[in-house]
């Protein structure tokens, strides 16, 4: 019985340790977490906690489906990442992008422009590096409140309030 047991052991770790060489192309797409772009810097693109490298095999389209090209993307822009193969776990984050898909559909595009104001107004210098967080629209008071983070201080994150229809910065906390 325990010659049989080492046989299986053996076999299993036989075909463990044979790949093809085309095993990165059978590793799955995963969606990365939707948010804003608010870096773009070498062909890598910084949303949330994670840069998204861009390579030729990399697909930008619009979200009707209209090509883009790493050119075309800008601070602000509200895009879906999908990826293959993982995130590294450093920070920020790293993961090849297989597609960057640009949201431009009226609640984004509004969204996309307060995020820009407030991104605008909190940078100081062009080194500066921030990630937003989360951006919520209190229709009600006609404002968005945008949580970010400096990539410099991780410790806090702040609050910039910007007018939805004028984009301007009234508080930033």
Not at 104 to 126: G, I, P, Y
Not at 143 to 150: G, H
Request: aromatic letters at 8%.
């Amino acid at each position: 019985m325990k010659m049989i047991v080492n046989l299986y052991i053996f076999v299993a770790f036989i075909l463990g340790s044979c790949q093809s060489s085309d095993w990165n192309m059978d590793e799955s797409i995963d969606k990365g977490e939707e948010g804003f772009i608010t870096d773009l810097d070498d062909k890598r693109i910084l949303i949330k906690g994670t840069y998204y490298m861009v390579t030729d095999d990399t697909y930008i389209q619009d979200q009707h489906g209209n090509d883009l090209d790493y050119s075309d993307l800008e601070i602000g822009m509200k895009v879906k990442p999908w990826h293959r193969g993982g995130v590294k776990k450093s920070f920020p984050g790293k993961a090849e992008a297989e597609l960057i898909l640009v949201l431009t559909d009226e609640k984004s595009l509004a969204e996309q422009r307060a995020v820009t104001a407030a991104l605008n107004h909190v940078s100081k210098a062009e080194s500066q590096r921030f990630m937003v967080l989360d951006v919520v629209h209190l229709p009600s008071e006609h404002v968005y409140n945008i949580e970010m983070m400096n990539r410099s201080n991780l410790d806090s994150s702040f609050m910039v309030t910007v007018e939805d229809l004028t984009d301007e910065i009234l508080y930033i906390k």
